[in-house]
């Protein structure tokens, strides 16, 4: 492609995320803006400031900023991640910094757009040395930007749970539902074994972690077509499974006891209509049995599999259940083809249905080996540790690496994750105890 049309592209790319990173924020009143709910999430604030701070240090490393920007902004609680930009404020303590204001902080969105797009025609990126370099480091920064719009969601679903009055709920404009146009056989589906080639193949963007390609050896394995539903999970709480320690790691057992979980989050029991009720985007209402199964931890995930004599699936099971072709033993970027992602395929943020769905309402997007709602719903949990591959060479220092510890991977994506961001490669990973994510899961087992 050539350069100047790169550019074009990448410019593009760059206005498509930067406002619709504010159209999430812009029903936010300035309270709501500011407000960290929990110390595992984030003030929205923080977030629109974050990632415009990563697009701040792309310019200051390929281009002199104008002397107008240097030292307005008092930036340092922006980088809560990376060493090399000085010292890091504990995540936890983000709600504590009311500063820059939250005028101030879209007023610096601006004013680096600004430059950003004015650095992006062709007379200034002629001058760059690595220019390969550079159009790296834009594509991780839009991509970054696309994975604080889900951490956005998932920090304005857990603050505004908190309040009891719906019509202060945060709704998106959009808010809709889909029917399930296929009905769907709950079974298990045998995978042949053998030599796997896991990792991303092609030329576009991806992100250093799911490289390279490398050979995996799988014995031959069964695995759910559909994810665990809200049906599935409450018999396992009504089962006593959140008493019975047998079901449980000893880290997790230890979580239950001390913080009395007995339901995923956002879950209550309602004694006078003696049922399970749930407060989401659509309100609070009654668990709709169907649904998959959300806001679980792996704890959670991995007691529910004992339970049910299951096991979760590794990343690798899961990943060739989502990408492998049996018909010509190729490996597919979807888990429908290499077809560009429709509407018709997944339940992702560009749906703005805003909660998971039924099996059945996005049939198109039904893997080869015949598993549904592979990509999009909820994030999946895997039984991996989130290592690196063999081989890992690190594009971007401290932004996939050094995360590689006590982390559990997750795949496939949810009803927050923007479809420019997903693929049957991309590896998501938190830590066991996590349940602020769309996460959920679907079993495995050997043959």
């Known amino acids: 492609m050539q350069v100047s049309m790169q550019l074009e592209v990448l410019a593009k790319e760059f206005i498509e995320v930067r406002n619709k990173t504010m159209e999430l924020f812009s029903p936010l009143g300035i309270e709501d803006a500011v407000i960290q709910s929990s110390e595992f999430g984030s003030p929205p604030n923080w977030h629109i400031g974050h990632v415009t701070w990563f697009f701040h240090k792309i310019l200051e490393k390929y281009y002199l900023l104008p002397l107008s920007l ?122 042949p074994g053998g030599l796997f080639v896991m990792g991303y193949q092609g030329s576009a963007f991806c992100y250093d972690n799911e490289l390279p390609q490398h050979n995996v050896y799988l014995n031959d394995y069964k695995i759910g077509n559909t994810l665990v539903t809200n049906k599935d999970f409450i018999d396992f709480i009504e089962s006593g499974g959140y008493q019975n320690y047998r079901y449980w790691l000893a880290d997790g057992w230890d979580i239950v006891t001390t913080e009395d979980w007995n339901s995923p989050l956002y879950w209550s029991f309602d ?85 998971p769905t039924e099996a059945g309402c996005f049939p198109k997007g039904k893997s080869h080996s015949g598993c549904y709602q592979m990509l999009g719903d909820v994030w999946e949990w895997t039984s991996s540790e989130y290592n690196l591959y063999p081989g890992f060479v690190s594009r971007f220092e401290e932004y996939t690496d050094k995360w590689a510890i006590n982390q559990k991977v997750l795949r496939g994506g949810c009803f927050a994750t923007p479809k420019k961001q997903i693929r049957n490669s991309y590896r998501n990973y938190f830590k066991p105890h996590e349940r602020i994510l769309f996460s959920g899961f679907r079993y495995a087992s050997d043959t």
């Not at 834009?138 to 956005?152: D, K, S, V, Y």
């Not at 259940?321 to 339940?347: F, K, V």
């Open 271 to 355: 004694k006078s209509q003696n049922t399970w009720m749930k407060k989401d985007f659509r309100g609070i209402h009654k668990i709709r049995e169907n649904e998959p199964v959300v806001n679980v931890s792996y704890y959670e995930a991995d007691a529910f599999c004992k339970w049910a004599k299951k096991r979760l699936p590794t990343e690798a099971e899961w990943e060739k259940a989502a990408s492998w072709n049996c018909s010509d033993d190729t490996i597919t970027l979807y888990p429908w083809g290499n077809d560009e992602i429709t509407p018709e395929h997944a339940n992702l943020m560009d749906m703005n249905i805003w909660h």
């Open 70 to 191: 240097r030292g307005v902004y008092d930036l340092s609680y922006l980088n809560s991640y990376y060493q090399k930009y000085g010292s890091i404020l504990k995540k936890s303590d983000r709600g504590k910094y009311p500063r820059p204001t939250v005028l101030q902080t879209i007023k610096y969105r601006k004013e680096i757009e600004r430059l950003f797009l004015d650095y992006l025609k062709y007379d200034n990126i002629d001058k760059v040395d690595n220019l390969k370099g550079l159009v790296w480091d834009i594509q991780i920064a839009i991509n970054h930007e696309r994975q604080h719009q889900e951490l956005m969601i998932y920090d304005f679903q857990h603050y505004y749970s908190r309040f009891i009055n719906e019509s202060d709920n945060y709704s998106p404009k959009t808010n809709c539902t889909i029917d399930v146009v296929e009905k769907v056989q709950k079974e298990m589906v045998t995978v």
